[in-house]
């Protein structure tokens, strides 16, 4: 096997040894298979692993307790690296390999954006992606279903702090340089737009590169008062480390997408920066699936559990509640209809993730360094 297709891969040596101890039972009725395409090496990685470990301590927590209606999920994992090609090549595998019954929890948009012909083709469901992309929010040609906002939602949040909070009229941009960074500068111009503002400058890097010294002289040279980041926590990290550095401290925004917890923990300096967030802060939730996930972090033995091991957790607790309503084996069109009428018919899914004011959005948080 590549050793970039791992099944059930876990960053934490003593999950491997628990997760595979709960599988010993439905043994007349066929597993639900799902494969998550995700970043388990390469800059992003923390990421993925987060995602994937939050996800398997539930569904290992499912299985121990007669899976769903008598079947246990088997969670399949292959590193694409944040990578479009390899996530490509995953896909593939998933579908024609291991005959997949969803592909589930894949992380980014340029990765999801590579793989939308194949989803076109096959209407195999696409299953809470970690993105907030357009194309799989908005008139989606696929079988997807998400439980974050979109990016538009997220720019809406960051130009509102900026601009209506802060008074900002000299905002920059800083742009991972693919398909993720359109998106979300489309969405930060079209926000920017309904205040009759333009950005003062818009500064792009590589993805999986760390090399932003250009667009920090680029922005810094602007005059630019505040900054919207686009990226993921490492390359942002620099950003704005250099730019203290260099006496350069304007105000900064950022996307879910970047992992706030560990953007933060590789700040060395005082700075002013606001993450929009598609999940609640678990450490200031008293949701009934916010204690559930600490009690659940806690039997798996992790001492710190995050922001994203909670999305990961309740990527599977969503599809979980959806699958139990459909009988076995899974058929793509009953997972979806329960799928698409979850947030009205669950009370405590609808109080995580619907806007109280717009029932048709989901709700933004955020965090403050």
């Known amino acids: 096997m590549n050793n970039t297709y791992l099944k059930n891969y876990l960053s934490v040596l003593f999950f491997f040894s628990f997760s595979h101890s709960n599988f010993a039972y439905a043994e007349n009725k066929p597993a639900i298979k799902l494969g998550m395409s995700t970043a388990l090496t390469g800059p992003a990685k923390q990421i993925g692993e987060q995602l994937y470990l939050g996800s398997n301590i539930y569904f290992n927590k499912l299985n121990k307790n007669g899976g769903i209606n008598g079947a246990h999920v088997e969670l399949i994992v292959a590193d694409d690296g944040y990578e479009p090609k390899r996530a490509v090549s995953n896909t593939r595998r998933f579908i024609y390999q291991d005959k997949v019954d969803a ?8 990765t999801s954006f590579a793989v939308l012909p194949i989803l076109e083709q096959l209407q195999i469901p696409y299953l809470m992606p970690y993105s ?13 279903f998400n439980i974050r906002a979109s990016y538009d939602d997220e720019a809406d949040e960051q130009i509102k702090y900026l601009v209506e909070e802060n008074n900002h009229t000299r905002i920059g941009f800083l742009i991972q340089a693919d398909e993720f960074g359109l998106v979300v500068e489309s969405g930060l111009r079209e926000s920017l737009a309904k205040h009759n503002l333009k950005p003062v400058k818009v500064a792009r890097y590589q993805r999986n590169s760390n090399d932003i010294k250009d667009a920090l002289k680029a922005l810094k040279a602007s005059g630019a008062t505040a900054i919207c980041l686009v990226g993921t926590y490492k390359p942002l990290s620099e950003f704005i480390n250099s730019a203290y550095e260099q006496q350069f401290m304007p105000d900064y925004t950022s996307i879910s997408f970047a992992s706030s917890n560990d953007l933060f923990a590789r700040l060395k ?4 920066l606001m993450a929009t967030e598609v999940i609640p802060n678990p450490n200031k939730c008293n949701a009934y699936w916010c204690t559930e996930f600490f009690k659940d972090m806690a039997a798996a033995q ?3 559990p995050s922001r994203l091991h909670f999305e990961g957790y309740l990527n599977a607790m969503v599809f979980s509640a959806a699958a139990q309503r459909c009988p076995q084996p899974l058929q793509h069109n009953c997972l979806m209809q329960r799928l698409n009428i979850i947030f009205s018919e669950d009370k405590q899914i609808n109080a995580l993730f619907v806007n109280k004011t717009d029932k048709n959005k989901h709700t933004v948080y955020r965090s403050v360094f």
């Open 103 to 110: 592909l589930f929890g894949a992380m980014g948009t340029p």
């Open 132 to 144: 907030g992309a357009k194309f799989l929010h908005y008139q989606p040609t696929i079988n997807v």
């Open 269 to 272: 300096y005082p700075s002013k």
């Open 302 to 304: 992790v001492s710190t």
